[in-house]
């Protein structure tokens, strides 16, 4: 017999909270890699820990407020450009040479629910 709309949806919310939990957790333990670069594009990895990146959708880049959602925090300009098969919780961005520079005004997505802390604070951004 398959699963009613109700229990579908019930299953959605646990899956959601769960998600959440997740990401509260452990997003102190996102690892940021130092900055490098070439001509054109700065470049920076993020390590996610096992518990928030079986929440990456697979086979396909991020959009800004995917990664956000998962609790990477970083300046505006950063794009999830490259999946490495072997390591797909290592999260790889590039964003143009001196984007902050080129654009001082430019604002990060703004992400959608993100868990706050006991006290109701955010971390603030890796850069």
């Known amino acids: ?39 054109f594009y700065e470049y920076r990895h993020v390590t996610l820990p096992k518990q928030i990146a079986r929440w990456v959708p697979p086979g396909r880049l991020m959009l800004e407020e995917e990664w956000r959602n998962l609790g990477v925090q970083q300046s505006a300009g950063w794009v999830h450009y490259m999946i490495h098969e072997p390591e797909p919780h290592i999260l790889l961005f590039k964003r143009e040479k001196d984007f902050q520079i080129k654009y001082p005004n430019a604002k990060a997505v703004v992400a959608g629910p993100v868990p706050q802390q006991q006290n109701g604070q955010v971390g603030g951004l890796a850069g």
Do not use: G, T, V
Not at 14 to 39: G, K, M, T, V
């Open 1 to 39: 017999m398959a699963a009613s709309f109700e229990e579908e949806h019930q299953q959605r919310l646990l899956e959601e909270q769960q998600r959440l939990n997740d990401i509260l957790e452990h997003r102190d333990d996102i690892h940021y890699s130092a900055r490098y670069a070439d001509d």
